[in-house]
């Protein structure tokens, strides 16, 4: 929401968020600046998959389509406002370099470009080095802080200047970064580990194969051959694998039904998750709840018994 402000009556389009969890982006009519200041994500940006490691800004628009995919121990911070905060000539409708606008502002429509201007290459993502990321912390905070308490009548003011220090100090990172040529794709954005943390994250979901292929952009027969490069099996294979292994934990520290476990693994019907158990552990649910501690761990193949 806008925030109202207090000394007067008047709407600013800015927002803050300490505690982002990547879920509602981007923001409606904004531009947004996101730091990661703990653990990890994967997601999928215009069409493009993207790893996050903190700590990293991410610079988006309302253009942007962004989907989380998988995220770690995830902290995050974000700031959101609409460009004619900074400038009013610096609306999203003249972003554009082939709209004339006064010379003196078009340095500030140039910085706003990390969040206009996405490539295949670039999508935003900054990476921080430990001194850069203190310093946009910083002024991260000081930014919330004043959005929330609005100490006087002046403390639009204050934001605004904060704000262009901020994008000063993250277009210096951009024009490092990219004289660096470090806005490439990297290998570790491959498919079969994209679609494998997707699982990890919504293996209680109906996961189909179209799904998983619509993630990454690729037919059935090309990811299915990543997979087996990497894992030795197929994508649903590698699904039901995934949810036996949790079932076989479920089973060993909860006291939850045999019917419960199936619905919390993605099995439609208890039966049907009894028959793929026991087909691929060599022993029923029921029976390994006996005694779990006697068998190995489930890794794709028939556990065995280990002790008395």
């Known amino acids: 929401m806008p925030q109202q402000d207090r000394h007067k009556e008047r709407v600013i389009p800015i927002e803050f968020n300490f505690y982002d969890i990547l879920d509602h982006l981007p923001a409606k009519k904004r531009c947004s600046i996101v730091l990661i200041t703990c653990g990890s994500a994967t997601i999928k940006i215009n069409s493009h998959i993207r790893r996050l490691n903190s700590p990293c800004v991410i610079c988006l628009s309302q253009y942007d389509a962004v989907e989380l995919i998988h995220c770690e121990n995830l902290s995050a911070k974000s700031f959101h406002f609409d460009p004619w905060y900074i400038k009013a000539c610096l609306c999203f409708d003249n972003l554009e370099d082939s709209i004339p606008i006064d010379p003196q502002y078009t340095y500030d429509r140039t910085k706003l470009y990390m969040f206009t201007k996405h490539t295949e290459h670039f999508q935003g993502i900054l990476s921080l080095t430990p001194q850069s990321y203190i310093h946009i912390n910083e002024l991260m905070l000081m930014i919330g802080a004043e959005t929330f308490s609005q100490s006087d009548g002046f403390w639009t003011c204050r934001i605004r200047r904060m704000l262009l220090q901020l994008l000063n100090s993250l277009y ?25 943390e997707y699982i990890h994250s919504h ?11 619509e993630l990454v952009n690729l037919n059935r027969t090309s990811l299915n051959q990543k997979f087996k490069a990497q894992f030795s099996c197929t994508c649903m294979e590698y699904l039901l694998n995934y949810r036996l292994k949790i ?48 068998y190995s761990a489930y890794d794709g193949k028939k556990i065995i018994k280990t002790g008395v």
């Open 172 to 196: 210096d990172i951009f024009i490092d970064q990219q004289k660096l040529k470090l806005f490439e794709p990297l290998e570790s954005y491959n498919s079969a580990t994209i679609c494998a």
């Open 247 to 294: 079932s076989q934990e479920l089973l060993s520290n909860s006291n939850m039904k045999i019917h419960e476990i199936a619905e919390c693994c993605g099995f439609k019907y208890d039966s049907y998750f009894i028959k793929q158990f026991t087909a691929k552990l060599g022993i029923s649910p029921a029976m390994y709840r006996k005694n779990p501690l006697t």
């Open 203 to 213: 293996y209680a979901e109906n996961i189909t194969l179209s799904a998983l292929c």
